[in-house]
């Protein structure tokens, strides 16, 4: 590695962020460039560790001591094509992914980790301020014509590898701007749009068809989809929201996290809102639901100026640090506090809606909450829950938003229509052996598959399928793998 003793040297930095009483007034990114001798420190901790777990801890097998060493090395270009070996939008996983690579790194184990995230997204936005990405269109083309239905991380991801093997790709999505949760779910203070916008410009100039607007089932013909087209890809997510059935369920001021999420992006691009305006101005919110959609629902009433930002969680509170039953280098369930957090939230734990309470004129006005007592199970997981007595009480809430997960892909339209065998959970049903479904040529990747996830798991998911749809039409593919992409970078 560039530098044997970095890691005793130097230890974890983050850039610095804007002031939280600053960045609630706007819906900028807000974190800052680490300056070069600050990155250049940060990447000389990464470790000649042997054996770097974390190309396991990350869904793409990204090749990361590699590209850790030349941007010590300042080679930026030696970097960047290191880095885009393996992942195709580093810019979107540089803002908005977990880091699950952290997690696994090998010097996590006594001392804070690598931080890989902030590396990689240095990475591609100096590869691009230096001119280093480049359109690359195939040099010939295979004459095969390819429909990826969805254009969020997976459906991209599958269309820009189908696309450098020379297939003829078209992207089809529902909404007016590509993107899917990256454009209409995740808040623009964490990925601000103009870097979509970017990549699809770049995909356009490499080949890749984008028709918006496009509802496949709906005003898109899903028979002249099969009889056009020589593969489909089903990448359109995991887009039902799990609901809360509970009593006053029917009150106004209750919706959808997404739906909130949704209007303020469309806000925020001067795009029309669809349907009735929900605004948390002035009101007392409570997110019910403890994860990163929570999270990103508590940024944006904040920036709406609400009265006051309320997060609950079912599960009890994790613990600050790894417990026995979380060891290196596994992936910990750890207390998580976003920057959204950081800006103004009382957060509670192991706490149950028991049922939404209205005014006389249908309007949501409190929630009726009860504590709960979690036991644990013989690895350390909660288990059964029982509700604490005396603990039920009435608190005030004007606006709730349900940030509890999505349960499966919508099924209405497209999915019924084509009659493609789901699994269990309701997803569509298909191996990562060959991403192929019950639909001769129609093949699915991302959260329709393997239900909600992370956007690197998404890429991933995308990469893998595109890989199996080259080698459907074309009988082998020169589509890497992500384990044979480790095993070249190591040769």
């Known amino acids: 590695m560039g530098k ?112 890989i995230e902030e590396i990689e997204k240095h990475i591609i936005e100096v590869a691009f301020d230096k001119g280093l990405v480049q359109a690359k269109a195939p040099r010939m083309r295979t004459g095969k014509k390819i429909a990826v239905i969805g254009s969020g991380p997976a459906g991209l991801a599958a269309a820009a590898q189908l696309n450098y093997a020379g297939h003829t790709v078209t992207v089809f999505e529902r909404d007016d701007a590509p993107g899917g949760l990256l454009r209409y779910g995740i808040p623009d203070f964490k990925l601000e749009k103009w870097v979509i916008d970017r990549r699809i410009k770049l995909m356009e100039e490499e080949g890749v068809t984008f028709q918006c607007n496009a509802n496949v089932g709906v005003n898109v013909s899903t ?28 009150l106004k001021g209750i919706h959808y996290a997404m739906d909130f999420l949704k209007q303020q992006n469309k806000r925020v691009s001067n795009t029309p809102v669809d349907g ?20 990103d629902c508590v940024g944006t009433s904040n920036r709406h100026g609400a009265a006051s930002v309320t997060q609950l969680e079912l599960l009890p509170k994790p613990p600050g640090e790894r417990t026995a039953y979380m060891p290196w280098p596994t992936y910990p369930m750890l207390l998580k506090t976003s920057s959204s957090h950081e800006e103004g939230a009382d957060r509670h734990w192991a706490i149950a809606t028991k049922s939404f309470i209205g005014d ?42 349900l940030a509890m997960g999505f349960v499966h892909p919508q099924h209405t339209g497209l999915l019924d229509q084509l009659e493609v065998e789901k699994d269990e959970r309701g997803n569509v049903k298909a191996t990562e052996k060959d991403y192929l479904t019950s639909i001769p040529k129609v093949f699915t990747a991302g959260d329709m598959r393997r239900g909600q996830s992370l956007v690197v798991w998404a890429i991933s998911e995308g990469r893998e399928c595109a890989r199996k749809v080259d080698e459907f039409l074309m009988g082998s593919s020169q ?7 480790l095993q070249a970078m190591a040769l």
Not at 65 to 72: G, I, K, R, S, T
Request: glycine share 10%.
């Open 276 to 295: 009735n305006d929900i605004w948390a101005t002035g009101k007392n919110v409570i997110v019910i639901g403890g994860g990163d959609t929570g999270s």
């Open 223 to 250: 028979n002249d989809l099969l009889r056009e087209y020589n593969a489909i890809v089903l990448a359109g997510g995991s887009t039902i929201p799990r609901d809360l059935p509970i009593a006053g369920r029917e």
């Open 4 to 115: 044997p003793t970095g890691f005793l040297e130097f230890t974890r930095e983050l850039p610095g962020k804007t002031d939280p009483r600053e960045r609630v007034g706007h819906y900028n990114e807000f974190v800052e460039r680490f300056p070069d001798t600050k990155l250049n420190q940060q990447a000389a901790r990464c470790m000649n560790c042997g054996v770097p777990f974390c190309h396991s801890g990350c869904p793409l097998g990204n090749v990361i001591p590699e590209f850790n060493d030349a941007v010590y090395r300042q080679d930026w270009k030696e970097a960047y094509d290191v880095l885009t070996s393996t992942n195709n939008f580093p810019e979107f996983t540089g803002r908005i992914c977990p880091a699950p690579c952290e997690s696994a790194c090998v010097l996590g184990i006594n001392q804070p980790p690598v931080a």
């Open 479 to 485: 589509l890497e793998s992500k384990d044979h992409s």
């Open 360 to 401: 006389d004129n249908g309007h949501l006005k409190a929630l009726r909450l009860v504590d709960l007592q979690w036991t644990a199970s013989a690895d350390g997981r909660p288990a059964k829950f029982t509700e604490v007595p005396g603990s039920e009480r009435d608190v005030p809430c004007e606006l709730a938003l």
